[in-house]
């Protein structure tokens, strides 16, 4: 299997209970490699950039304006097959659904505040990487 570039971010239920560690520290055992990583304040307006891919949806209001009430930490992860692999430490959009020892069953406070957002290809990997991070910054 190749070795992908995938963006996480850690949302900002996350940041606010102070959980970066304790999810980087689930990338890291599951052998993703952390090789960008920053700290940011989205803007309404970004974060409806960010996800307008769900603009049609109903939930999309409520959030964007979640992804932009405090801090996230955006990172590109990297690793064999890394898309799938953080897709699966990442758990089901709903924490009601997710796998025991994902993140979103051991973080999640909620289907809209689940913790963590994960590319779902790699077309949108690249994008999403983009959006957030310079070629300078991927530090392999
Ligand atoms: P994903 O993050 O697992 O890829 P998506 O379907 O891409 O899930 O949805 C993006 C984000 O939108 C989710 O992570 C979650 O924060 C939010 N979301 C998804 N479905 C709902 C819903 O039914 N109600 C409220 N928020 C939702
Ligand atoms: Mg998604």
């Avoid at 992804?67 to 955006?74: D, K, N, T």
């Amino acid at each position: 299997m190749a070795v992908e570039q995938t963006l996480s971010l850690n949302k900002p239920d996350a940041t606010r209970r102070i959980l970066v560690c304790a999810i980087c520290q689930v990338f890291e055992a599951a052998g993703l490699r952390i090789v960008a990583q920053k700290r940011l304040h989205l803007t309404l307006e970004q974060a409806k950039a960010f996800y307008a891919v769900h603009a049609s949806r109903p939930f999309y209001n409520d959030l964007c304006s979640y992804m932009a009430s405090g801090p996230i930490v955006a990172m590109v992860l990297q690793g064999e097959g890394a898309i799938a692999k953080n897709r699966d430490v990442m758990g089901a959009t709903n924490p009601a659904n997710a796998a025991e020892g994902t993140i979103r069953k051991l973080f999640a406070e909620s289907i809209e505040a689940n913790s963590v957002h994960g590319s779902d290809a790699p077309e949108t990997a690249v994008q999403e990487i983009a959006y957030f991070f310079s070629g300078l910054e991927l530090v392999g």
